[in-house]
């Protein structure tokens, strides 16, 4: 008997079907939960990426024996199509190494002109700060240089001019014979 009397305080409420509804119900609110995106909440932090890089730096290391492990693979597999796909692999893990050297290079760039700002403004001088026009110009430069040193410069502009050949074929009216 205890147990069936401790039972029935949660079987739901019995209503008569005979009395109208009340206008206003009593209902139980039921906590909604907040689901929290720790990408734009404050609670998470702030996004640093050099204490970022610091932190999971120990990352590299392991992309790095993976990478050497599917180049192992690679070499010793027959299956072409296994082959193909450990190719794949392989030059994306390249192409995202490639993409964080660019990146740290970019981050790099930018401390040495926020350094050389605080310089300026140490001396008494006004503050300068360039356009993004100016920074692509600055990259394009760098690159052109890079290239230059490399010996990929000629390549580089070969492809690039036919590219834009064929962007300018494109805008051109179709001839019709």
């Known amino acids: 008997a205890p147990l069936k009397h401790f039972l029935s305080f949660f079987?739901?409420?019995e209503m008569s079907a005979k009395k109208p509804v009340p206008f206003l119900r009593q209902v139980v609110s039921v906590r909604k939960k907040v689901h929290r995106d720790p990408r734009f909440d404050d609670?998470?932090?702030?996004y640093k990426p050099e204490i970022f890089m610091k932190t999971y730096s120990f990352l590299d290391s392991i992309k790095k024996q993976e990478k050497e492990m599917v180049q192992k693979q690679l070499?010793?597999?027959r299956n072409t199509e296994q082959k193909e796909q450990l190719q794949?692999?392989?030059n994306r893990m390249t192409q995202q190494e490639?993409?964080?050297k660019n990146q740290q290079k970019l981050r790099e760039r930018e401390l040495a002109l926020k350094r050389q700002q605080r310089e300026l403004a140490k001396q008494g001088k006004k503050p300068f700060?360039?356009?993004?026009?100016?920074?692509?110009k600055l990259e394009l430069a760098e690159k052109y240089a890079e290239l230059k040193r490399s010996g990929k410069l000629e390549s580089f502009l070969n492809k690039k001019r036919k590219r834009n050949a064929i962007k300018d074929r494109r805008h051109l009216p179709s001839q019709k014979n």
Do not use: N
């Open 11 to 13: 079987r739901p409420l």
């Open 43 to 46: 609670l998470s932090g702030e």
């Open 75 to 77: 070499k010793k597999c």
């Open 88 to 90: 794949q692999l392989l």
């Open 98 to 100: 490639q993409a964080q």
């Open 129 to 136: 700060f360039l356009k993004k026009s100016e920074k692509r």
